[in-house]
């Protein structure tokens, strides 16, 4: 056996996952992302008695199952190795994760450049304002630099273009100001409260996507069956996320585009969203809900029919403003055919959620390799084709509309409230689980291994703003700078949950 097949959310002896020798290993994988509807979800290394341990995570969406295949190095090699990213670009960010920290040489990786200039990076001589931005020498092109810090309320990460005139013909994009080591931390904290918070704080904006992640492997580690109201829980917190989240970034889009109606509508629609999230659990991003083995803040009907109320107020108007929007030229003339991300592009780079959608992948985990109440649901992703600014307002809205649904239709019956709580386990030694959430960014993914005393032995976070940063940079080619923003809004990507 080259591989483990196993389930979203499925935990598995460390031991039973195959150890192949590195050339089998990248053959294995290199093979299965060419295959129709896999792609890499996870590539990543830990040190594992003097040596790397190198996991590598292959969805299969069509049969909604994860390959799990492992390889062992020597800690720091004389030789390079040949390169996954050569084969197949998807791999390109991993590869230059795993060289920074660990200082794996590659013979031929197209790209092998700092990924976040991580606190624990293997040379620390490494500096980010030493950066080796790309250069072409022409008298007749300029580089435009733009950040780290940026006029809006944003947080630190640095563009450099190369400009013919007003027109972009590359765009780099250096992040990894941060250096915040969550990943360590999840080690270091023994307390799970401290690690639920710690999983709520990757990334501000995608507090339900991160820490359902985060509780589904915990419990999935400790053999504990959510409970329906948890589920329930979580589920709505996501799509109250993924509105709150699509409602701001029109209103941004907006901004950049000069519409301020449009800007002033949509922001005043996101506002009660959120605000319904406080008078839940007493904090707009839902931070305090989402916790392993229990619910502290129970869903009532109550509750429900003010949610209810919420929906049937802001739909007409969101729909009213979207439509109104979308019949502006002028508004119109900036959106369609600006920041195009082609299909090719997209599965060469293993792009994930709005970024895939947009372009015509069909890839989002609510269907691929749902969980919880998504399982019930028959999720049809919503795809465009074009690739544009517009495709990707367009995903928005639509999502909107069907988070809306989904929402109704679960309050239609509430679960009753699991009293009392079950006593959370501790996790099982020895143990590998992963956990895929599709927050409104995209496909998230977190995995965690156990030592022999059921504490962490490692831990390991994928943002979906890893995969789609390039995505941003190949969109903006041959487009206006004066169009950057806007584009750069379309995606709307997490510097924090890069910078890990």
Same mark, same amino acid.
């Given at each position: ?33 060419? !295959? ?127 400009? +013919? ?28 409260? !401290? ?10 904006? #995608? ?30 917190? %996501? ?67 003010? %949610? ?33 991300? #082609?299909?090719?592009?997209?599965? +060469? ?52 509309? !069907? ?15 699991? #009293? ?81």
């Amino acid at each position: 056996m080259d591989h483990m097949t196993i389930l979203n959310n499925q935990c598995i002896p460390m031991g039973d996952i195959p150890e192949l020798n590195y050339g089998d290993f990248l053959h294995l994988n290199t093979q299965l992302v060419l !295959q129709q509807g896999n792609h890499c979800v996870n590539y990543y290394g830990f040190p594992a008695a003097g040596k790397i341990k190198l996991i590598c995570c292959m969805a299969d969406d069509s049969a909604h199952t994860l390959k799990i295949s492992s390889a062992l190095l020597a800690e720091v090699g004389p030789d390079r190795l040949s390169s996954f990213t050569a084969r197949h670009l998807s791999f390109h960010a991993f590869e230059r994760e795993l060289h920074e920290v660990f200082a794996i040489e590659y013979a031929d990786h197209p790209w092998l450049k700092p990924l976040r200039y991580a606190f624990n990076r293997k040379h620390q001589q490494n500096r980010i304002e030493n950066y080796p931005f790309y250069r072409i020498d022409s008298e007749e092109l300029h580089e435009v630099g733009v950040g780290p810090v940026h006029a809006g309320v944003i947080e630190p990460g640095h563009f450099r273009f190369i400009c +013919s005139g007003e027109q972009i013909l590359h765009l780099e994009t250096q992040l990894g100001y941060q250096h915040r080591g969550i990943e360590p931390l999840f080690l270091s904290k023994k307390n799970l409260l !401290q690690q639920t918070i710690l999983a709520e704080s990757i990334a501000g904006d #995608t507090v339900a996507g991160h820490t359902t992640a985060f509780v589904n492997i915990r419990e999935s580690l400790s053999g504990d069956i959510p409970a329906d109201e948890w589920s329930f829980a979580r589920a709505i917190a %996501l799509e109250m996320e993924r509105m709150a989240n699509h409602t701001g970034g029109l209103s941004a889009i907006c901004a950049d585009i000069g519409y301020q109606l449009g800007a002033a509508v949509f922001g005043r629609l996101r506002s009660p969203l959120i605000n319904f999230m406080q008078q839940w659990c007493g904090n707009r991003f839902s931070k305090g809900l989402i916790r392993a083995g229990k619910n502290n803040f129970p869903f009532t009907g109550e509750l429900g029919a003010k %949610l209810g109320s919420l929906l049937d107020a802001f739909e007409p108007d969101f729909t009213e403003m979207f439509q109104t929007m979308k019949s502006l030229p002028t508004v119109m003339a900036r959106l369609e055919k600006t920041g195009v991300l #082609t299909r090719e592009q997209a599965e +060469s780079i293993g792009a994930v959620g709005m970024a895939a959608r947009s372009s015509g992948i069909n890839r989002d985990i609510r269907s691929s390799h749902p969980s919880g109440l998504y399982a019930q649901l028959n999720h049809q992703a919503v795809v465009k084709h074009h690739g544009d600014v517009y495709s990707r307002i367009r995903i928005r809205s639509d999502e909107i509309h !069907q988070s809306m649904g989904y929402i109704r239709q679960w309050l239609r019956e509430i679960p009753l409230r699991v #009293t009392p709580d079950p006593i959370i386990q501790k996790p099982a030694p020895g143990l590998f689980s992963i956990s895929l959430v599709e927050g409104w960014r995209g496909e998230i993914c977190h995995c965690g291994i156990t030592d022999k005393n059921g504490a962490w032995m490692h831990y390991k976070i994928k943002d979906p703003s890893m995969n789609n940063w390039l995505a941003m940079a190949l969109a903006v080619r041959n487009n206006e700078i004066s169009d950057f923003p806007l584009c750069n809004k379309s995606f709307d990507l997490s510097y924090c949950g890069h910078d890990l």
